[in-house]
């Protein structure tokens, strides 16, 4: 190792390495195709060989700062023109007789048998770096390698409260061991459960099996807290052997119950669009065309549900072009999509889901002679809030809003001229009255 660490290149590169420290300091080291360059290393591996050497020698300190290095060297032993080497020099030679823990002190006279290092570059070592409080009874000395200043942020902990309850216990219980107390869970007796512990039963997934929250009361026996419905479905089955189950005990079953009640309130259920995400990611065939149709059209998928949130260009409503993918196929989407996004190219679509339904129910079953042209026209009519205003009063489901939403655009389509170049441009020209007025229209 020593032989290699003071080659010729290995002392240009010291070199170097020295001159750029004087002038630039610590913090902003040279990049491997800057040693190489200014030390004639043949290539950027040769260089980073040598920087390990060095390193290993404990001839420098290399620290990654960004796409270069931050480089420390230190003076050789007999450099008299170096102050770290003077204070080495002026140490009282260590009693060999008196052997010292290496936990207790750097100054450890023995060789390493790891890199080699002798006694002269341990105590170069000791003296250039600071001591960790505690390791030694020496006062610690101030870093030569590093002057950033010490703050009280970095050494002053945030106190949290004290954890509640005692830690828990992870166990495998078979399910014939675990009780369900009717005081405070809920219902499984009714048609939404029996389809989960059925859907659970038959697609039983030990990836996707969390532990159960199981209670241990005073006589030993375990009560489910939180995974009825998993437990429920092990039991259908009949051949889940045991369930992992956190088990931890609690002070009564008041206690129980209000666990129950905060593990429930505070768990954040998916929504419809971190379900859609995650499909994608999953590799859900349906989702990545809904995902394909959506950006073919120029909009992307927003990942808010709340029409608060969303932001032009963005589309929430992939459970409607879900609901017509499936029944009418890719066109019928594609055609209704890219309509909404050359009508509305900067707009928040308030009334995304309803447009896109009533749009592709007018491609479905046309009335006669309709003209799409006519239509597109017809939509620049008005801006997105204006024509989500017409069902404001609308009572139902998306079906029906996307039916009055139908009604309205026929209405406003007879309004515009057959020729393009007739039409005025002027929206209250086009449309005279309010929404009100033509929602009672429709209404009658």
């Known amino acids: 190792m020593h032989g290699r660490a003071h080659s010729a290149e290995h002392e240009r590169v010291m070199a170097y390495l020295r001159h750029v420290e004087n002038t630039k300091g610590t913090m902003s080291g040279p990049t491997d195709l800057q040693i190489k360059v200014q030390a004639e290393i043949a290539s950027e591996r040769r260089v980073q060989e040598i920087l390990a050497d060095l390193s290993d020698a404990r001839r420098i300190q290399i620290n990654r700062q960004g796409r270069g290095r931050a480089i420390v060297t230190f003076a050789d032993r007999f450099d008299d023109s170096d102050e770290i080497s003077a204070r080495i020099r002026a140490q009282k030679p260590l009693d060999p007789n008196k052997a010292e823990s290496p936990r207790n002190s750097t100054l450890n006279p023995q060789k390493s048998a790891a890199s080699g290092v002798d006694s002269a570059q341990k105590e170069l070592i000791g003296i250039a770096r600071p001591q960790s409080p505690g390791s030694s009874g020496q006062k610690a000395r101030k870093s030569a390698i590093s002057s950033r200043p010490e703050t009280r942020a970095s050494t002053t902990r945030k106190k949290w409260p004290a954890a509640k309850g005692m830690p828990p216990s992870i166990e495998n219980r078979n399910p014939a061991e675990l009780n369900l107390d009717d005081s405070y869970q809920r219902s499984t007796d009714n048609g939404a459960s029996r389809a989960l512990i059925t859907k659970i039963a038959n697609g039983w997934d030990w990836r996707m099996c969390l532990p159960l929250v199981v209670s241990k009361r005073d006589d030993g026996t375990l009560w489910v807290i939180d995974g009825q419905h998993r437990l429920a479905a092990a039991k259908l089955r009949g051949d889940i052997p045991f369930l992992p189950c956190c088990v931890a005990v609690y002070g009564s079953v008041a206690d129980e119950a209000a666990m129950f009640v905060a593990m429930n309130r505070t768990r954040k259920a998916m929504n419809r669009l971190d379900d859609f995400h995650a499909a994608i990611a999953s590799g859900d065939s349906e989702a990545i065309v809904i995902a394909r149709l959506i950006t073919d059209a120029g909009f992307t998928v927003s990942r808010k549900t709340g029409s608060q949130s969303w932001v032009p260009g963005e589309v929430a409503f992939t459970s409607a072009i879900a609901k017509v993918l499936r029944k009418h ?53 008005r801006n997105q809030r204006e024509w989500a205003s017409f069902l404001n009063e609308t009572k139902g489901g998306g079906d029906d809003r996307a039916m009055q939403l139908r009604q309205v655009l026929l209405m406003a389509y007879e309004e515009v001229p057959d020729d393009p170049d007739a039409a005025t441009g002027c929206a209250d020209d086009a449309l005279p009255g309010s929404a009100e007025d033509w929602s009672e229209v429709v209404d009658a």
């Open 329 to 381: 196929g890719e066109k019928v989407c594609a055609d209704a999509l890219r309509t909404m996004a050359e009508a509305f190219p900067d707009e928040v679509l308030n009334a995304g889901a309803s447009m896109f339904t009533a749009l592709t129910k007018l491609a479905i079953s046309p009335p006669e002679a309709y003209d799409p042209d006519r239509m597109f026209r017809t939509l620049l009519t």
